[in-house]
């Protein structure tokens, strides 16, 4: 059984998933920054700059949210990005930040599913997602789609938690993620089954070989899996 944001609600892993980021949409940038220390931006600046020699002029991010990651992005000097993300709250947020940058000629972000994505095969030269697939219903479902619309030879980037394997680094993080986060996130975002739900699903997600074999199993080749920071969170490549 998936794990789920909201237990005592109906309702599809999706649906509730984008509830939840509706809900903390106002406070989400500012979470994800202190709760993080501010190296969840080392995390995308470091995944961005694997992009850097392939020079992708056409980028899908997807699930979006706010943005931060298609507009990490912009340094790669692409034409266009595209991101997509299912939670309406999110999107809002994102589009201001854009604006106020004046880069909605390169950036666009719009509503849509990750695991039905509504591109023609073969569209994008990379794939960017940061901290979205754990969150996918099904997450070979939409590791195929992303590979479905990727170019041949393009790059797929995905970010996302980890859990770190050595001592006393595992205990530490364990005792925060369970202890510490869900407090701070309560108080500042008022939904306190978001950040129960955050340690929750990074347990239940195959990070690391695990991954790597739905990656395969996607259609990915050439994969990789790089940790970062103790192993909290890890970088995955993949080519078409």
């Keep these: 059984m998936s794990v789920v944001p ?9 649906e509730q998933v984008a509830e939840m980021f509706d809900n903390i949409s106002p406070k989400y940038d500012l979470l ?12 995308r600046k470091r995944a961005i700059k694997l992009l850097k020699k ?3 002029k056409v980028i899908l991010d997807i699930a979006t949210g706010t943005g ?21 709250g999110m999107l809002a947020v994102g589009r201001e930040k854009i604006a106020k940058l004046g880069k909605q000629d390169i950036i666009t972000m719009q509503s ?13 030269d990379a794939i960017i997602v940061s901290f979205g697939v754990r969150n996918f219903q099904d997450l070979l479902a939409g590791l195929t789609e992303m590979n479905r619309v990727m170019k041949p030879g393009g790059t797929c980037v995905v970010v996302e938690f980890s859990k770190p394997k050595s001592f006393p680094f595992k205990q530490l993080y364990n005792f925060y993620f369970k202890y510490i986060l869900p407090v701070i996130g309560n108080a500042v975002s008022k939904d306190s089954s978001a950040y129960t739900y955050l340690p929750e699903s990074v347990q239940a997600f195959p990070d690391g070989e695990a991954f790597l074999e ?15 920071t103790f192993g909290i969170c890890s970088i995955y490549i993949g080519q078409k």
């Design 68 to 88: 931060d990651f298609a507009i990490e992005a912009l340094s790669l000097k692409p034409d266009k990005i595209i991101g997509v993300d299912i939670s309406e």
């Design 32 to 43: 994800n920054h202190v709760l993080s220390g501010g190296v969840d931006i080392y995390w």
């Design 54 to 56: 392939q020079q992708p």
């Design 214 to 228: 739905i990656y395969k199993k996607a259609g990915f080749i050439n994969t990789k899996c790089i940790p970062l």
């Design 6 to 14: 909201y237990k005592d609600k109906d309702g599809s892993k999706r």
């Design 112 to 124: 849509g599913d990750s695991e039905s994505l509504s591109f023609t095969n073969n569209y994008f």
